[in-house]
């Protein structure tokens, strides 16, 4: 007998996007799939920290006091790797409909931009894997932290809701 497999599985019951329905409306968020938060991967880096300089200054001690530079460099660009990561761990895009205006909030590191469309006049246009929302020559384009089939469904639906 087989187990089935995660994509066979995604093809009996595929993903379906939380559209929360408020006042007529709708809102979604759509998240990164981060496993870990910021705040938990900055008690890792301080646990990992402390064990590989007490290892080095374990080294130091016994006489290998080289290895105390090195370790200092192991935990700086570790450091490194996880600010890096945990810049962009809480990017996330923001849609929601309400009254006839869409309101679109993207967070990407620090950069926090707010738009806001009318409804009426807004088109969604799916090209290949992009999702844009077209409105008097300007493009904002929607569903990054979504992977490819995930954003045609998202682009479909979000198509399908701004329709009046």
């Known amino acids: 007998m087989s187990t089935p497999t995660l994509e066979a599985f995604a093809l009996i019951a595929p993903r379906e996007l939380a559209f929360r329905e ?5 809102s979604l968020t759509l998240k990164r799939n981060c496993s870990i938060s910021p705040s938990s991967l900055a008690c890792v880096f301080v646990a990992l920290a402390a064990v590989v300089l007490a290892i080095g200054i374990g080294f130091a001690i016994a006489g290998a006091w ?10 700086l660009l570790l450091g490194g790797a ?3 990561y945990a810049r962009r761990a809480a990017d996330y895009e923001r849609i929601a409909l309400e009254r006839g205006s869409l309101k679109v909030e993207v967070a990407e ?3 926090l931009e707010r738009y806001e469309l009318d409804a009426r006049q807004v088109r969604v246009e799916v090209e ?3 999702v844009l929302l077209r ?4 493009a904002l ?7 490819e089939q995930s954003r045609r ?7 399908k809701r701004l329709q009046y």
Request: hydrophobic letters at 45%.
């Open 22 to 26: 408020v006042h007529g409306g709708f």
């Open 66 to 75: 080289l290895i105390l530079p090195f370790a200092g460099l192991e935990v």
């Open 82 to 84: 996880f600010v890096l």
């Open 109 to 111: 590191g620090r950069r």
């Open 128 to 130: 290949g894997s992009r």
């Open 135 to 138: 409105e008097a020559g300007e």
């Open 141 to 147: 384009e929607l569903g990054r932290h979504l992977d």
């Open 153 to 159: 469904v998202f682009g479909a639906e979000l198509k």
